[in-house]
């Protein structure tokens, strides 16, 4: 049973620029959810995705979007980079909607400077 | 709105002794709570959870944690800590679908 995957390992970016991270999801697993980590803070939920729709979004801006494939893999796309921005991102899969039965298991993440 | 607290940014322990870190929790309705473990260049690792019942929770690589809905807490324990625990550990609760994380506590366990 292969686990959560996420590439890239890191990236650097600039101000203004865009990005893409990927994350595929364990095997048998229909939901992806994202959360953004910043340095010296837990992991802040950034949106989910069940099933191709997203379902449920935290207090991030526009600018943070994202895909989920009929394989279940899914992007997350940040455009008009801050610095702000600079921060680990999760990726988690669940078997359905993450709750107290599902439980989200997590990738290793994508560091991302943003200079 | 469902939020934990993480009281202490770092725990120190002496490699053998009992380690205990500290988780308070405020929700509106049951609230179920999560611990996840975290080592440098990896994800989150799940250890535990309370949902119901019993208020002693046993969990993965010896770690237990004690509900306690009196003082509000979901504190982290483990009998005789190992070096190899030193890592970053998060407590989290669900909020519908969605986990709300502390800000989490950095333990070291010293030889």
């Known amino acids: 049973e292969t686990g959560v995957t996420q590439s890239p390992t890191h990236l650097i970016k600039t101000r203004g620029q865009q990005v893409t991270l990927r994350c595929s999801s364990q095997s048998g697993h229909n939901t992806v959810s994202w959360y953004q980590q910043a340095l010296g803070q837990g992991p802040q939920f950034i949106f989910q995705y069940y099933r191709e729709e997203e379902n449920g979004r935290g207090n991030f801006p526009p600018r943070f979007s994202g895909l989920q494939f009929p394989n279940y893999s899914s992007e997350l796309n940040v455009n008009a980079l801050e610095l702000d921005d600079s921060a680990l991102y999760l990726c988690?899969?669940?078997?359905?909607?993450?709750?107290?039965?599902?439980?989200?298991?997590f990738g290793p993440g994508t560091r991302l400077t943003v200079l | 709105a469902q939020s934990v607290a993480q009281p202490e940014d770092q725990v120190k322990v002496a490699e053998g002794n009992p380690l205990t870190v500290k988780c308070t929790y405020s929700?509106?309705?049951?609230?179920?709570l999560f611990w996840y473990v975290q080592y440098p260049n990896r994800g989150l690792q799940f250890l535990l959870k309370?949902?119901?019942?019993?208020?002693l929770v046993k969990g993965s690589y010896g770690f237990e944690a004690e509900f306690n809905k009196s003082q509000t807490s979901f504190h982290l324990k483990k009998p005789s800590a190992l070096v190899s625990d030193s890592a970053l550990y998060f407590c989290?609760?669900?909020?519908?679908?969605?986990?709300?994380f502390g800000t989490g506590t950095r333990l070291q366990v010293f030889p």
């Open positions: 309370y949902i119901t019942g019993d208020n």
């Open positions: 988690a899969s669940s078997a359905g909607l993450a709750g107290i039965y599902n439980e989200q298991f």
């Open positions: 929700v509106s309705g049951n609230p179920y």
């Open positions: 989290a609760v669900l909020n519908t679908d969605k986990l709300i």
